[in-house]
């Protein structure tokens, strides 16, 4: 058994794509800083002050390649990241990191582990 991440190329590829738009990448941003419990579409427009219909069009790209995921809650769809989309994106890109020598990768591991701690605290 492999410790390579079970990601495909074409889903990271799918992931990257979405995220390679200004507007994509702030409002995934958002929803991360949100957290598990998301942000409701009317929050999220006038948060990023986007319109409604650009919005929905934009987190139809992100739900699509899988980095958030949709709930309804009422009349309202509340949305967030998905975080273990966006762990197993990060894996797959550092995955070969330096050879795969640990000693190598230390910084590189700890940096995202930091980040990781931030985002949770």
């Known amino acids: 058994m492999s410790d390579r991440p079970e990601l495909a190329e074409a889903q990271a590829c799918a992931q ?22 998301g942000l409701a579409a009317g929050r999220l427009a006038e948060q990023l002050a986007i319109s409604p219909s650009n919005l929905s069009a934009q987190l139809a790209v992100l739900t699509g390649a899988g980095l958030a995921q949709v709930e ?8 967030a990241a998905n975080l273990v989309a966006t762990a197993e ?14 000693a190598l990768c230390r910084d590189v591991t700890a ?6 701690l931030r985002a949770c605290n």
């Open 89 to 102: 994106l990060v894996s797959f890109l550092i995955a070969d990191c330096c050879g795969g020598d640990p």
């Open 16 to 37: 990257l794509s979405a995220l390679a738009h200004e507007g994509r990448l702030r409002i995934f941003r958002a929803l991360v800083a949100a957290g598990p419990k």
């Open 111 to 116: 940096k995202l582990a930091v980040s990781a």
């Open 72 to 79: 309804k809650a009422g009349r309202q769809r509340i949305y």
